[in-house]
């Protein structure tokens, strides 16, 4: 249980800080020099992290779980044993999201690269923490701010008729994206067809309004938002919509163009007749068949010199050369307009497609691919999540009499995290929701098909091998766009965190403040993210795991001021109000000399005499 009392400890005692709260090591650096320094400050619960992705370099500060061999990996796990540490792991940031996502669309190559990055830092918390928290950062798809809630949040004016909207190919992982305040040139309907759109996909001439003088359909420019919001429909109905009216041209063109060409075949064949009639004529009657070729040109209406031109002469003495050349023209046009009837026809189809059609040969009504990038990002995402969970069950437990034990300390997780509200899907509480819950559906599944266990504890397994990381200071960056006050937006955020909790999702915490808006990580308490009553919820929720403080520049003093901000016994005994000689490293200078020391140079970083702490004449520690 976390510990938020005052009870009394002394100071040379380590289990001063309250039972669950810890920090994290700096990703950059040495992950075991990182984990020393913090023993040495006395923090209990240690998340160690790693900054690069596939092949790292240490030597420029790309620390990845394989950069450590068995024997280091070996020394990590027994210095946190012997020194009564508990570890959680952090994959590096520099991956993000799950769904594959890039700048052309979802990609199956990059699912993969981010699930091998997550299988290689299991490996690494199965070796030294023992099992636990993997935390991984979410961001998996573009959303915008006003997406989930545009009553609430909106990153700019307007953002919800102007922003952008996306949508992607089930099938081909492609994204479309569209402006919302796009201007879609719109048929006119009479008013007795309005809201009657079977009546439009059916091509019915006779439902718009034409101009009395030309027959041309008269249009009203409207916005995607508009169309959505007068007719009611989502934005891949629209572009449905909007899609069908360009396959009924592409359609009508492949026709017209087809046409043109069978009229074309038609007279090339003329042409040809003609030809092979000269030849026998011009075998027997040169100079005949010079005239009749004349005369049959003019007959057919080729294309033959001007009478003024250069050429003429040349024609009119070799009237045989222009006619085959025009034979030839004529069957290149015939294939010109097959071709563009072929290319409006395959355009035709890649768009239906997308909508939806009617199979010509079996009547079959087909599903278009096109949807919401929720709906396809998300199931990829559940896919790759519940590998991985997959992948952590394997690593945590072994089969023995029909079920499966613990072969770790505890079970790994993999623990997706909220991150920023311009990082995508899986920013906003409730997507982080939707996030845990497929991949758990996803994974119990996968269990049950492939290891033959039962639903039911199937889906025990995948609760406990998937579950969330919630950062109070990136949920805190959402303020910057909430339309509500100060107080709204806590009252906001503890309603999100109380639905998740009530969902059993978060299963490891990390603590950062800012001032609503970007992810500063400044001193916990000293920004406006709600951490103390944060903390509360989640005591009273029951949650039994760490809460990871993550520092910034002012590295473990991010720890020390988390404690200050709840009232640790390290700062008083009764928690009653501190003065400047409370704060370690006060920025107005110290009263008297502290004494506890943290930081760079505590315990002895230096080999100088007068920097050395207290000792015994065998130079070791007092402590």
């Known amino acids: 249980m976390v510990k938020f009392s005052n009870d009394y400890n002394h100071t040379f005692d380590k289990t001063y800080s309250p039972a669950n709260i810890g920090i994290s090591t700096p990703p950059m650096r040495d992950q075991i020099e990182s984990l020393k320094a913090r023993i040495f400050q006395g923090a209990s619960k240690i998340e160690l992290g790693f900054l690069g992705k596939e092949k790292g370099s240490a030597g420029q500060g790309q620390y990845t779980p394989e950069v450590y061999g068995m024997h280091e990996r070996e020394a990590l796990k027994l210095m946190a044993k012997v020194n009564d540490v508990t570890l959680s792991t952090h994959a590096t940031p520099s991956m993000q999201g799950f769904a594959g996502i890039t700048d052309k669309g979802f990609n199956e190559e990059q699912a993969n690269k981010s699930l091998i990055e997550i299988k290689r830092t299991i490996d690494f918390a199965a070796d030294v923490a023992s099992g636990g928290p993997v935390v991984l950062h979410s961001g998996e798809f573009p959303m915008t701010v006003s997406q989930r809630e545009p009553d609430k949040f909106e990153a700019f004016k307007d953002e919800e008729e102007k922003g952008y909207a996306f949508l992607a190919d089930r099938e081909t992982g492609q994204l479309v994206t569209l402006k919302k305040d796009m201007i879609l040139p719109t048929p006119r309907l009479k008013d007795e067809y309005k809201n009657k759109p079977d009546l439009e996909k059916n091509g019915n001439s006779e439902i718009y309004v034409r101009d009395p ?168 995402s559940a896919k790759t999540l519940a590998e991985a969970g997959i992948y952590a069950f394997e690593k945590s437990r072994k089969s023995r009499d029909d079920h499966y034990e613990l072969k770790t300390e505890k079970p790994i997780f993999i623990a997706p995290e909220n991150i920023f509200p311009e990082t995508g899907y899986g920013g906003h509480p409730q997507e982080l929701k939707e996030l845990i819950l497929k991949s758990r559906e996803e994974m119990a599944i996968m269990l049950h098909e492939k290891k033959k266990i039962s639903m039911d504890e199937a889906k025990k397994y995948a609760s406990e091998h998937i579950k ?123 009263t008297y000399s502290p004494s506890y020391i943290v930081g760079e140079y505590a315990p002895d970083h230096s080999l100088m005499e007068e920097h050395k702490s207290w000792r015994f004449w065998s130079q070791t520690p007092i402590e």
Do not use: C
């Open 213 to 380: 003088e030309t027959g041309l359909v008269r249009f009203d420019n409207k916005s995607i938002y508009t169309l959505m919001h007068e007719e009611g429909k989502e934005i891949k109905d629209v572009y449905k919509d909007f899609i069908a009216k360009e396959v009924n041209y592409n359609e009508g063109e492949a026709k017209r163009y087809a046409m043109m060409g069978k009229e074309t075949e038609k007279s090339f064949e003329d042409v040809k007749n003609v030809i092979e009639g000269l030849k026998k004529i011009n075998e027997k009657n040169p100079e005949y068949g010079r005239e009749f070729a004349i005369e049959k040109a003019r007959e057919l209406g080729l294309h033959v010199p001007n009478r003024y031109s250069n050429d003429f002469k040349d024609y009119i003495d070799n009237p045989m050369k222009y006619i085959e050349k025009a034979e030839k023209q004529m069957k290149q046009q015939i294939d010109n307009y097959y071709e563009i009837s072929d290319s409006m026809q395959r355009r035709s189809q890649e768009q239906k497609r997308q909508i939806g059609y009617t199979d010509p040969d079996t009547g079959e009504k087909k599903e278009g691919t096109i949807a919401s990038i929720e709906d396809v990002g998300l199931e990829r």
């Open 468 to 590: 969330a990381t919630f950062d109070i200071g990136h949920a805190n960056t959402w303020k910057k766009y909430f339309k509500g006050t100060d107080e709204e937006f806590k009252k906001w955020l503890k309603e999100q965190v109380t639905d998740l909790n009530k969902a059993q999702i978060i299963g490891h915490v990390h603590i950062s403040d800012n001032f609503g808006y970007y992810d500063e990580h400044v001193d916990p308490g000293q920004g406006n993210a709600p951490i103390i009553e944060f903390t509360k919820l989640m005591k009273e929720s029951g949650y039994k795991g760490n809460l990871i403080v993550e520092p910034g520049a002012q590295d473990v003093r991010a720890w020390t001021a988390m404690l200050h901000a709840m009232k640790s016994p390290i700062y008083k005994i009764d928690g009653s109000s501190s003065s400047w000689t409370d704060i370690e490293n006060s920025f107005v200078g110290q």
